[in-house]
Protein backbone atom coordinates (compact mmCIF):
# COMPACT_ATOMS: atom_id res chain seq x y z
CA UNK A 1 0.00 0.00 0.00
CA UNK A 2 1.39 3.42 -0.89
CA UNK A 3 1.58 6.36 2.08
CA UNK A 4 -0.61 8.33 0.07
CA UNK A 5 -3.20 5.77 0.12
CA UNK A 6 -2.79 5.07 3.70
CA UNK A 7 -2.93 8.66 4.40
CA UNK A 8 -6.31 8.99 2.85
CA UNK A 9 -7.77 6.14 4.60
CA UNK A 10 -6.51 7.51 7.90
CA UNK A 11 -7.89 10.63 7.21
CA UNK A 12 -11.89 9.22 6.98
CA UNK A 13 -11.06 6.50 9.82
CA UNK A 14 -10.10 10.00 12.04
CA UNK A 15 -13.27 12.13 10.48
CA UNK A 16 -15.43 9.17 11.24
CA UNK A 17 -14.20 8.47 14.56
CA UNK A 18 -14.91 11.87 15.17
CA UNK A 19 -18.47 11.80 14.21
CA UNK A 20 -19.40 8.94 16.42
CA UNK A 21 -17.87 10.96 19.04
CA UNK A 22 -20.37 13.66 18.70
CA UNK A 23 -23.45 11.74 18.16
CA UNK A 24 -22.77 9.90 20.78
CA UNK A 25 -24.85 12.53 23.17
CA UNK A 26 -27.94 12.50 20.61
CA UNK A 27 -28.20 8.44 20.77
CA UNK A 28 -27.29 7.38 24.24
CA UNK A 29 -28.35 9.65 26.98
CA UNK A 30 -27.31 10.75 29.03
CA UNK A 31 -24.13 9.94 28.13
CA UNK A 32 -21.36 8.35 29.72
CA UNK A 33 -19.19 10.61 32.25
CA UNK A 34 -16.01 9.69 30.46
CA UNK A 35 -17.70 11.29 26.96
CA UNK A 36 -15.10 13.99 25.63
CA UNK A 37 -18.51 15.48 24.10
CA UNK A 38 -22.19 17.07 26.09
CA UNK A 39 -24.14 18.61 23.26
CA UNK A 40 -26.48 16.98 21.40
CA UNK A 41 -28.22 17.76 17.84
CA UNK A 42 -30.27 20.67 18.40
CA UNK A 43 -33.78 19.77 17.35
CA UNK A 44 -35.72 22.63 15.80
CA UNK A 45 -39.21 23.96 16.99
CA UNK A 46 -41.11 21.96 14.36
CA UNK A 47 -39.86 18.68 15.93
CA UNK A 48 -39.42 19.48 19.45
CA UNK A 49 -42.50 21.49 20.24
CA UNK A 50 -42.37 25.27 21.90
CA UNK A 51 -43.46 28.92 20.97
CA UNK A 52 -42.92 30.82 17.79
CA UNK A 53 -43.02 34.66 18.43
CA UNK A 54 -42.98 37.02 15.72
CA UNK A 55 -41.97 40.49 16.69
CA UNK A 56 -42.01 43.89 14.83
CA UNK A 57 -39.11 46.78 15.71
CA UNK A 58 -40.77 50.29 15.46
CA UNK A 59 -37.53 51.51 13.82
CA UNK A 60 -39.00 54.94 13.23
CA UNK A 61 -40.70 55.25 16.38
CA UNK A 62 -36.95 54.90 17.82
CA UNK A 63 -35.93 58.18 15.82
CA UNK A 64 -38.92 60.20 16.60
CA UNK A 65 -37.74 59.09 20.32
CA UNK A 66 -34.32 60.79 20.13
CA UNK A 67 -35.69 63.81 18.12
CA UNK A 68 -38.07 64.27 20.87
CA UNK A 69 -34.78 63.92 23.61
CA UNK A 70 -32.94 66.64 21.72
CA UNK A 71 -35.86 69.33 21.37
CA UNK A 72 -36.21 68.73 25.60
CA UNK A 73 -32.73 68.70 25.95
CA UNK A 74 -32.10 71.83 23.70
CA UNK A 75 -34.83 73.86 25.67
CA UNK A 76 -32.89 73.14 28.89
CA UNK A 77 -29.68 74.42 27.16
CA UNK A 78 -31.12 77.79 25.74
CA UNK A 79 -32.47 78.14 29.20
CA UNK A 80 -29.61 77.29 31.31
CA UNK A 81 -27.73 79.58 28.35
CA UNK A 82 -30.12 83.10 28.87
CA UNK A 83 -30.32 82.60 25.07
CA UNK A 84 -33.97 83.65 24.99
CA UNK A 85 -35.75 80.74 23.15
CA UNK A 86 -39.48 81.09 23.30
CA UNK A 87 -39.84 77.50 22.15
CA UNK A 88 -37.86 74.40 20.62
CA UNK A 89 -40.33 71.84 20.13
CA UNK A 90 -40.63 69.00 17.57
CA UNK A 91 -42.83 69.02 14.63
CA UNK A 92 -42.94 66.32 12.49
CA UNK A 93 -38.98 64.85 11.86
CA UNK A 94 -38.12 68.52 12.51
CA UNK A 95 -37.39 70.62 15.86
CA UNK A 96 -38.23 74.26 15.56
CA UNK A 97 -36.69 76.74 17.76
CA UNK A 98 -38.43 80.35 17.58
CA UNK A 99 -36.35 83.59 19.53
CA UNK A 100 -37.48 86.28 21.55
CA UNK A 101 -33.92 88.13 20.18
CA UNK A 102 -32.96 88.03 16.59
CA UNK A 103 -29.83 88.86 17.43
CA UNK A 104 -29.23 85.40 19.63
CA UNK A 105 -29.80 83.26 16.33
CA UNK A 106 -25.84 83.45 16.22
CA UNK A 107 -25.21 81.74 19.72
CA UNK A 108 -27.77 79.07 18.58
CA UNK A 109 -25.77 77.60 16.00
CA UNK A 110 -22.49 77.71 18.73
CA UNK A 111 -24.29 76.39 21.40
CA UNK A 112 -25.64 74.03 18.40
CA UNK A 113 -22.26 73.31 16.69
CA UNK A 114 -20.83 72.54 20.70
CA UNK A 115 -23.84 70.03 22.15
CA UNK A 116 -25.48 69.10 19.55
CA UNK A 117 -23.74 67.98 16.46
CA UNK A 118 -25.97 65.35 14.90
CA UNK A 119 -28.82 68.30 14.77
CA UNK A 120 -28.35 69.99 11.06
CA UNK A 121 -30.04 73.68 10.29
CA UNK A 122 -32.51 72.99 6.94
CA UNK A 123 -34.02 75.92 5.52
CA UNK A 124 -36.10 78.10 7.02
CA UNK A 125 -38.63 80.84 4.88
CA UNK A 126 -40.99 81.45 7.79
CA UNK A 127 -39.77 83.68 10.14
CA UNK A 128 -36.21 84.83 9.89
CA UNK A 129 -35.70 84.51 13.13
CA UNK A 130 -36.71 80.97 13.61
CA UNK A 131 -34.54 78.06 13.38
CA UNK A 132 -35.62 74.44 12.08
CA UNK A 133 -33.36 71.93 12.80
CA UNK A 134 -33.43 68.53 11.70
CA UNK A 135 -31.11 65.00 12.77
CA UNK A 136 -28.19 64.34 10.71
CA UNK A 137 -28.85 61.93 7.89
CA UNK A 138 -26.13 59.95 8.84
CA UNK A 139 -27.04 59.51 12.83
CA UNK A 140 -30.80 58.58 11.55
CA UNK A 141 -28.97 55.92 9.46
CA UNK A 142 -26.80 54.58 12.36
CA UNK A 143 -30.21 54.70 14.48
CA UNK A 144 -31.76 52.34 11.99
CA UNK A 145 -29.08 50.34 11.19
CA UNK A 146 -28.16 49.62 15.35
CA UNK A 147 -31.93 49.53 16.70
CA UNK A 148 -32.39 45.90 15.61
CA UNK A 149 -29.78 44.67 17.31
CA UNK A 150 -30.21 46.76 20.42
CA UNK A 151 -33.92 45.33 20.61
CA UNK A 152 -31.71 41.52 19.76
CA UNK A 153 -29.83 42.23 22.57
CA UNK A 154 -33.07 43.18 25.01
CA UNK A 155 -34.77 40.19 24.11
CA UNK A 156 -31.72 37.53 24.79
CA UNK A 157 -31.16 39.21 28.05
CA UNK A 158 -34.96 38.31 28.87
CA UNK A 159 -34.70 34.59 27.45
CA UNK A 160 -31.75 33.99 29.46
CA UNK A 161 -33.83 34.75 32.64
CA UNK A 162 -36.49 32.69 31.18
CA UNK A 163 -34.11 29.60 31.25
CA UNK A 164 -35.25 28.56 27.87
CA UNK A 165 -32.89 25.50 26.80
CA UNK A 166 -31.06 26.68 23.14
CA UNK A 167 -33.34 29.30 22.21
CA UNK A 168 -33.48 30.66 19.12
CA UNK A 169 -33.16 34.78 18.33
CA UNK A 170 -32.51 36.56 15.11
CA UNK A 171 -33.29 39.06 13.02
CA UNK A 172 -35.73 38.56 9.92
CA UNK A 173 -35.66 41.18 7.15
CA UNK A 174 -34.70 44.65 8.35
CA UNK A 175 -37.31 45.06 10.78
CA UNK A 176 -38.45 41.92 12.16
CA UNK A 177 -37.12 38.98 14.62
CA UNK A 178 -38.15 35.66 15.30
CA UNK A 179 -37.67 34.24 18.79
CA UNK A 180 -38.34 30.44 18.76
CA UNK A 181 -38.41 28.71 22.65
CA UNK A 182 -38.10 24.86 22.27
CA UNK A 183 -39.96 23.20 25.07
CA UNK A 184 -41.82 26.04 26.08
CA UNK A 185 -45.56 25.64 26.28
CA UNK A 186 -46.95 28.97 27.86
CA UNK A 187 -46.02 31.74 25.64
CA UNK A 188 -47.90 34.33 27.60
CA UNK A 189 -45.30 34.08 30.42
CA UNK A 190 -42.67 34.74 27.64
CA UNK A 191 -44.12 37.59 25.76
CA UNK A 192 -44.42 39.48 29.44
CA UNK A 193 -40.77 38.91 29.69
CA UNK A 194 -39.84 39.75 26.37
CA UNK A 195 -42.36 42.59 25.98
CA UNK A 196 -40.32 44.67 29.54
CA UNK A 197 -38.17 47.54 28.58
CA UNK A 198 -34.50 47.07 29.54
CA UNK A 199 -33.32 49.58 32.02
CA UNK A 200 -29.93 50.60 32.07
CA UNK A 201 -29.19 52.48 36.10
CA UNK A 202 -25.78 53.73 36.90
CA UNK A 203 -25.20 53.22 40.62
CA UNK A 204 -22.17 53.59 43.12
CA UNK A 205 -20.81 50.86 44.66
CA UNK A 206 -21.29 50.79 48.98
CA UNK A 207 -18.18 51.27 50.89
CA UNK A 208 -16.96 51.37 54.06
CA UNK A 209 -18.71 49.16 57.33
CA UNK A 210 -21.89 50.98 56.34
CA UNK A 211 -22.36 49.00 53.26
CA UNK A 212 -22.19 45.66 55.01
CA UNK A 213 -22.23 42.31 53.91
CA UNK A 214 -23.64 40.53 50.91
CA UNK A 215 -25.61 38.40 53.50
CA UNK A 216 -26.53 41.50 55.61
CA UNK A 217 -26.00 44.71 53.41
CA UNK A 218 -26.30 47.98 54.99
CA UNK A 219 -29.26 50.50 55.02
CA UNK A 220 -29.59 51.71 51.31
CA UNK A 221 -27.86 49.51 49.93
CA UNK A 222 -28.76 46.67 47.73
CA UNK A 223 -27.07 43.01 46.84
CA UNK A 224 -26.49 42.81 43.10
CA UNK A 225 -24.74 40.48 41.00
CA UNK A 226 -22.57 40.22 37.91
CA UNK A 227 -23.48 38.22 34.35
CA UNK A 228 -22.20 34.60 35.05
CA UNK A 229 -23.15 30.96 35.93
CA UNK A 230 -25.14 30.96 38.66
CA UNK A 231 -22.49 29.69 40.78
CA UNK A 232 -19.52 32.05 39.73
CA UNK A 233 -21.81 35.15 39.75
CA UNK A 234 -19.66 38.16 41.57
CA UNK A 235 -22.05 39.71 44.25
CA UNK A 236 -21.70 43.42 44.10
CA UNK A 237 -23.10 45.62 47.21
CA UNK A 238 -24.64 49.09 45.74
CA UNK A 239 -26.28 52.29 46.42
CA UNK A 240 -29.76 51.52 45.97
CA UNK A 241 -29.66 55.31 45.45
CA UNK A 242 -29.67 55.77 40.79
CA UNK A 243 -27.59 58.52 39.52
CA UNK A 244 -28.42 58.65 35.99
CA UNK A 245 -30.30 56.25 33.76
CA UNK A 246 -29.29 54.67 30.31
CA UNK A 247 -32.03 57.32 28.44
CA UNK A 248 -29.18 59.92 28.32
CA UNK A 249 -26.93 58.07 26.23
CA UNK A 250 -26.76 58.55 22.70
CA UNK A 251 -23.76 56.07 21.43
CA UNK A 252 -20.91 53.10 22.97
CA UNK A 253 -18.48 51.83 20.35
CA UNK A 254 -15.37 49.63 20.98
CA UNK A 255 -12.18 50.49 20.69
CA UNK A 256 -8.73 48.89 20.99
CA UNK A 257 -7.02 50.28 24.46
CA UNK A 258 -4.07 49.57 26.16
CA UNK A 259 -1.71 46.56 26.07
CA UNK A 260 -2.91 46.15 29.65
CA UNK A 261 -5.96 47.61 29.93
CA UNK A 262 -7.39 45.05 26.75
CA UNK A 263 -10.41 46.73 24.82
CA UNK A 264 -11.99 49.96 25.95
CA UNK A 265 -15.69 51.31 24.96
CA UNK A 266 -16.07 54.76 24.73
CA UNK A 267 -19.32 56.29 25.36
CA UNK A 268 -21.51 59.39 23.96
CA UNK A 269 -23.94 61.91 26.75
CA UNK A 270 -26.29 63.69 25.25
CA UNK A 271 -26.54 67.77 26.77
CA UNK A 272 -28.31 66.65 29.49
CA UNK A 273 -26.34 63.34 30.30
CA UNK A 274 -23.26 65.15 30.06
CA UNK A 275 -23.98 67.78 32.82
CA UNK A 276 -25.00 65.38 34.88
CA UNK A 277 -22.59 62.78 34.30
CA UNK A 278 -20.19 65.72 35.03
CA UNK A 279 -21.05 66.22 37.89
CA UNK A 280 -21.30 63.09 38.91
CA UNK A 281 -18.31 62.05 38.30
CA UNK A 282 -16.89 65.26 40.04
CA UNK A 283 -17.85 64.22 43.23
CA UNK A 284 -16.96 60.56 43.10
CA UNK A 285 -13.34 60.59 42.28
CA UNK A 286 -11.46 56.98 42.83
CA UNK A 287 -15.08 55.22 43.67
CA UNK A 288 -16.64 52.34 41.27
CA UNK A 289 -19.69 53.10 39.40
CA UNK A 290 -21.67 50.51 38.83
CA UNK A 291 -23.51 50.16 35.06
CA UNK A 292 -26.35 47.82 35.26
CA UNK A 293 -28.75 46.70 33.10
CA UNK A 294 -31.98 44.64 34.23
CA UNK A 295 -30.51 44.25 37.94
CA UNK A 296 -27.08 42.66 36.74
CA UNK A 297 -24.00 44.87 36.88
CA UNK A 298 -22.35 44.97 33.46
CA UNK A 299 -19.06 46.98 35.04
CA UNK A 300 -18.12 48.78 37.56
CA UNK A 301 -15.03 50.42 36.48
CA UNK A 302 -13.46 53.26 38.26
CA UNK A 303 -13.82 57.18 38.04
CA UNK A 304 -10.38 58.20 37.52
CA UNK A 305 -10.95 61.74 36.96
CA UNK A 306 -13.92 64.03 36.50
CA UNK A 307 -15.61 63.42 32.98
CA UNK A 308 -17.32 66.89 31.72
CA UNK A 309 -17.18 66.64 28.24
CA UNK A 310 -20.05 64.29 27.29
CA UNK A 311 -17.98 61.08 26.70
CA UNK A 312 -16.20 58.41 28.81
CA UNK A 313 -14.34 55.77 28.44
CA UNK A 314 -14.92 52.19 30.31
CA UNK A 315 -12.00 49.87 30.80
CA UNK A 316 -11.95 46.63 32.06
CA UNK A 317 -9.19 44.13 30.87
CA UNK A 318 -11.96 43.27 28.50
CA UNK A 319 -11.61 41.15 25.35
CA UNK A 320 -12.88 42.22 22.08
CA UNK A 321 -16.67 40.40 22.82
CA UNK A 322 -16.76 42.05 25.98
CA UNK A 323 -16.44 45.38 24.57
CA UNK A 324 -18.45 44.50 22.04
CA UNK A 325 -21.17 43.14 24.25
CA UNK A 326 -20.75 46.32 27.36
CA UNK A 327 -20.93 48.71 24.31
CA UNK A 328 -24.57 47.09 22.74
CA UNK A 329 -25.66 47.37 26.41
CA UNK A 330 -25.06 50.89 26.72
CA UNK A 331 -26.86 51.19 23.00
CA UNK A 332 -29.29 49.37 24.53
CA UNK A 333 -30.11 51.81 27.25
CA UNK A 334 -29.64 54.96 25.03
CA UNK A 335 -32.72 53.91 22.48
CA UNK A 336 -35.54 52.07 22.79
CA UNK A 337 -37.39 50.73 20.25
CA UNK A 338 -41.04 49.57 20.98
CA UNK A 339 -42.06 45.61 19.63
CA UNK A 340 -45.17 45.02 18.02
CA UNK A 341 -46.38 40.88 18.46
CA UNK A 342 -47.19 40.17 14.86
CA UNK A 343 -47.48 36.57 14.82
CA UNK A 344 -47.72 33.75 17.49
CA UNK A 345 -47.78 30.03 17.06
CA UNK A 346 -47.52 27.05 19.47
CA UNK A 347 -46.04 23.91 18.63
CA UNK A 348 -46.88 20.73 20.80
CA UNK A 349 -44.68 18.39 21.64
CA UNK A 350 -46.72 15.37 20.39
CA UNK A 351 -46.89 17.51 17.22
CA UNK A 352 -43.49 17.70 17.31
CA UNK A 353 -42.89 13.78 17.65
CA UNK A 354 -45.27 13.08 14.70
CA UNK A 355 -42.84 15.20 12.97
CA UNK A 356 -40.14 13.26 13.29
CA UNK A 357 -41.65 10.28 13.20
CA UNK A 358 -42.98 11.02 9.70
CA UNK A 359 -39.65 12.68 8.67
CA UNK A 360 -37.75 9.24 10.16
CA UNK A 361 -40.15 7.82 8.38
CA UNK A 362 -39.43 9.13 4.67
CA UNK A 363 -35.62 9.60 5.41
CA UNK A 364 -35.59 5.35 5.87
CA UNK A 365 -37.92 4.85 2.89
CA UNK A 366 -36.01 6.55 0.44
CA UNK A 367 -32.58 5.33 1.46
CA UNK A 368 -33.96 1.87 1.97
CA UNK A 369 -35.14 2.31 -2.04
CA UNK A 370 -31.56 4.01 -3.25
CA UNK A 371 -29.81 1.30 -1.76
CA UNK A 372 -31.51 -1.30 -2.81
CA UNK A 373 -31.32 -0.29 -6.17
CA UNK A 374 -27.59 0.27 -6.68
CA UNK A 375 -26.95 -3.28 -5.05
CA UNK A 376 -29.17 -4.91 -7.67
CA UNK A 377 -28.24 -2.75 -10.75
CA UNK A 378 -24.37 -2.24 -9.92
CA UNK A 379 -23.60 -4.83 -7.56
CA UNK A 380 -20.10 -4.65 -6.21
CA UNK A 381 -20.01 -1.20 -7.63
CA UNK A 382 -23.15 -0.55 -5.31
CA UNK A 383 -22.22 -1.96 -2.36
CA UNK A 384 -18.80 0.64 -2.03
CA UNK A 385 -21.95 3.14 -3.11
CA UNK A 386 -23.63 2.75 -0.29
CA UNK A 387 -20.77 2.23 1.90
CA UNK A 388 -19.89 6.13 0.91
CA UNK A 389 -23.68 7.07 1.03
CA UNK A 390 -24.07 5.75 4.73
CA UNK A 391 -20.81 7.32 5.73
CA UNK A 392 -21.89 10.61 4.21
CA UNK A 393 -25.23 10.48 6.54
CA UNK A 394 -23.10 9.74 8.81
CA UNK A 395 -20.63 12.80 8.68
CA UNK A 396 -23.46 15.28 7.55
CA UNK A 397 -26.07 14.44 11.46
CA UNK A 398 -22.13 14.52 12.99
CA UNK A 399 -21.73 17.88 11.30
CA UNK A 400 -24.99 19.12 12.88
CA UNK A 401 -23.68 18.00 16.15
CA UNK A 402 -20.22 19.79 16.08
CA UNK A 403 -21.34 23.26 15.00
CA UNK A 404 -24.82 23.41 16.74
CA UNK A 405 -27.07 23.52 13.85
CA UNK A 406 -30.44 23.02 14.43
CA UNK A 407 -32.16 20.28 13.05
CA UNK A 408 -35.46 20.72 11.45
CA UNK A 409 -38.02 19.35 9.22
CA UNK A 410 -36.73 21.03 6.19
CA UNK A 411 -33.30 19.50 6.95
CA UNK A 412 -34.44 16.02 6.97
CA UNK A 413 -35.98 17.24 3.38
CA UNK A 414 -32.13 18.44 2.54
CA UNK A 415 -30.76 14.91 3.99
CA UNK A 416 -33.17 13.03 1.96
CA UNK A 417 -32.41 15.50 -1.41
CA UNK A 418 -28.72 15.11 -0.56
CA UNK A 419 -28.79 11.12 -0.34
CA UNK A 420 -30.21 11.37 -4.05
CA UNK A 421 -27.53 13.80 -5.31
CA UNK A 422 -24.70 11.32 -3.52
CA UNK A 423 -25.79 8.75 -5.18
CA UNK A 424 -26.32 10.48 -8.72
CA UNK A 425 -22.50 11.07 -8.25
CA UNK A 426 -21.41 7.52 -7.81
CA UNK A 427 -24.05 6.52 -10.65
CA UNK A 428 -22.05 9.09 -13.60
CA UNK A 429 -18.42 7.52 -11.87
CA UNK A 430 -20.03 3.70 -12.34
CA UNK A 431 -21.33 4.33 -15.46
CA UNK A 432 -18.19 5.90 -17.37
CA UNK A 433 -16.62 3.04 -15.43
CA UNK A 434 -18.86 0.61 -17.08
CA UNK A 435 -17.99 1.90 -20.96
CA UNK A 436 -14.22 2.00 -20.14
CA UNK A 437 -14.63 -1.85 -19.62
CA UNK A 438 -16.58 -2.28 -22.13
CA UNK A 439 -13.68 -0.80 -24.66
CA UNK A 440 -11.46 -3.46 -23.78
CA UNK A 441 -9.26 -1.63 -20.81
CA UNK A 442 -7.57 -2.50 -17.18
CA UNK A 443 -9.99 -2.50 -14.33
CA UNK A 444 -7.45 -0.20 -13.20
CA UNK A 445 -7.33 2.13 -16.53
CA UNK A 446 -10.70 1.91 -16.42
CA UNK A 447 -11.10 2.68 -12.86
CA UNK A 448 -9.38 6.13 -13.38
CA UNK A 449 -10.45 7.26 -16.50
CA UNK A 450 -14.11 6.66 -15.28
CA UNK A 451 -13.35 8.74 -12.17
CA UNK A 452 -11.90 11.65 -14.34
CA UNK A 453 -14.75 11.76 -17.06
CA UNK A 454 -17.14 11.72 -14.47
CA UNK A 455 -15.54 14.59 -12.63
CA UNK A 456 -16.13 17.29 -14.47
CA UNK A 457 -19.92 16.31 -14.59
CA UNK A 458 -20.26 16.32 -10.92
CA UNK A 459 -17.91 19.27 -10.34
CA UNK A 460 -20.29 21.40 -12.48
CA UNK A 461 -23.27 20.09 -11.18
CA UNK A 462 -22.70 20.39 -7.08
CA UNK A 463 -21.29 24.07 -7.67
CA UNK A 464 -23.91 25.35 -8.92
CA UNK A 465 -26.39 23.56 -6.75
CA UNK A 466 -23.88 24.63 -3.66
CA UNK A 467 -24.49 28.39 -5.03
CA UNK A 468 -28.27 27.65 -5.11
CA UNK A 469 -28.04 27.25 -1.43
CA UNK A 470 -26.12 29.51 -0.69
CA UNK A 471 -28.53 31.98 -2.28
CA UNK A 472 -31.66 30.44 -0.16
CA UNK A 473 -29.67 30.61 2.93
CA UNK A 474 -28.69 34.76 2.48
CA UNK A 475 -32.47 35.97 1.18
CA UNK A 476 -34.15 33.33 2.87
CA UNK A 477 -35.64 32.74 6.46
CA UNK A 478 -36.26 30.33 9.16
CA UNK A 479 -37.11 27.09 7.47
CA UNK A 480 -35.77 28.31 4.08
CA UNK A 481 -32.14 28.69 5.92
CA UNK A 482 -32.77 25.58 7.64
CA UNK A 483 -32.69 23.46 4.20
CA UNK A 484 -30.48 25.51 2.75
CA UNK A 485 -27.67 24.92 5.68
CA UNK A 486 -28.31 20.83 5.03
CA UNK A 487 -27.95 21.12 1.27
CA UNK A 488 -24.81 22.97 1.20
CA UNK A 489 -23.58 21.04 4.00
CA UNK A 490 -24.58 17.87 2.44
CA UNK A 491 -22.95 18.62 -0.97
CA UNK A 492 -19.30 19.02 0.63
CA UNK A 493 -19.94 15.62 2.30
CA UNK A 494 -21.07 14.00 -0.54
CA UNK A 495 -18.33 15.06 -2.54
CA UNK A 496 -16.37 13.76 0.32
CA UNK A 497 -17.41 10.58 0.76
CA UNK A 498 -19.43 9.71 -2.86
CA UNK A 499 -16.32 10.85 -4.86
CA UNK A 500 -12.98 10.71 -2.89
CA UNK A 501 -14.05 8.15 -0.70
CA UNK A 502 -15.20 5.47 -3.06
CA UNK A 503 -11.78 6.30 -5.10
CA UNK A 504 -10.14 5.79 -1.74
CA UNK A 505 -11.36 2.02 -1.42
CA UNK A 506 -10.85 1.18 -5.03
CA UNK A 507 -7.19 2.52 -4.78
CA UNK A 508 -7.15 0.56 -2.02
CA UNK A 509 -8.25 -2.54 -3.84
CA UNK A 510 -6.00 -2.58 -6.92
CA UNK A 511 -3.15 -1.73 -4.66
CA UNK A 512 -3.80 -5.45 -2.79
CA UNK A 513 -4.39 -7.30 -5.55
CA UNK A 514 -4.58 -7.90 -9.41
CA UNK A 515 -7.98 -7.18 -10.44
CA UNK A 516 -9.15 -8.99 -13.45
CA UNK A 517 -12.85 -7.75 -13.44
CA UNK A 518 -14.39 -4.82 -11.33
CA UNK A 519 -17.97 -5.64 -10.28
CA UNK A 520 -20.44 -2.60 -11.68
Not at 436 to 446: C, Q
Amino acid sequence: MSRTILYRVLLFVVLTAAAVVFLVPTFVRPSPAFWPWRQPVRLGLDLQGGTHLLYGVDIEQAIDSTIDRHAQDLGRELHDAQIGAVTAEREGRTIRVRLANKEKRQEVLDLLKERFPTLTVVPNQDVEADLALALDQRDAQRIRDNVVDQALKIIRNRIDQFGVAEPTVQAQGTDEIVVQLPGIQDPQRAKELIGKTALLEFKLLATGPQAGTPEHPGPGVQVLYGKGDAGGRRAYLVERRTLMTGDVLTDASVRPGTATEGMAVDFVLDARGGKLFGEISSANVGRNLAIVLDNYVESAPTIREPITGGRGQITGRFDFAEAQDLANVLRNGALPAPLKLIEERTVGPSLGQDSIRKGVLSFVVGSALVVAFMLVYYRGGGVIADAALLLNILFLVGAFAAFGFTLSLPGIAGIVLTIGMAVDANVLILERIREELRLGKTPRAAIDTGYERAWNAIRDSNVTTFCSGLILFQFGTGPVRGFAVTLCLGILTSLLTGVFGTRVVYDLLVSRRRLTTVSV
